[in-house]
Nanobody
């Protein structure tokens, strides 16, 4: 049974940092592309970042480029999202995602966890 469990969300002031973690169980993470998407109330789902299985190439949404960094630790079956210089518009529920490849609307297909809330506010 595929299970993805996110942690690390919380409340932070603008300019602050958070590190999200996602622990996978029931399968071997290194065989899949993994990533993060987010969804804020009343807004469309947005692909934040994705890292491929084949060569660890990465994708970042335009709104987070230069501020967020995705990484994976296959030995720990864990994927991380380091978020720096956070802005109020980053406020959303962040979901860990698992799929086959980081292409197109990758975040709409695959499996994901329950999500973790990130709130950026002064």
């Amino acid at each position: 049974q595929v299970q993805l469990v996110e942690s690390g969300g919380g409340s932070v002031q603008p300019g602050g940092s958070l590190r999200l973690s996602c622990v996978a169980s029931g399968f071997t993470l290194d065989s899949y592309a993994v990533g993060w998407f987010r969804q804020a109330p009343g807004k469309e789902r947005e692909g934040v970042s994705c890292i491929s299985a084949s060569d660890d190439s990465t994708y970042y949404g335009d709104s987070v480029k230069g501020r967020f960094t995705i990484s994976r630790d296959n030995a720990k079956n864990t994927v991380y999202l380091q978020m720096n210089s956070l802005k109020p518009e980053d406020t959303a529920v962040y979901y860990c995602w698992l799929g086959s490849r980081c292409r197109g609307s990758w975040y709409r297909f695959g499996s994901w966890g329950q999500g973790t809330q990130v709130t950026v506010s002064s």
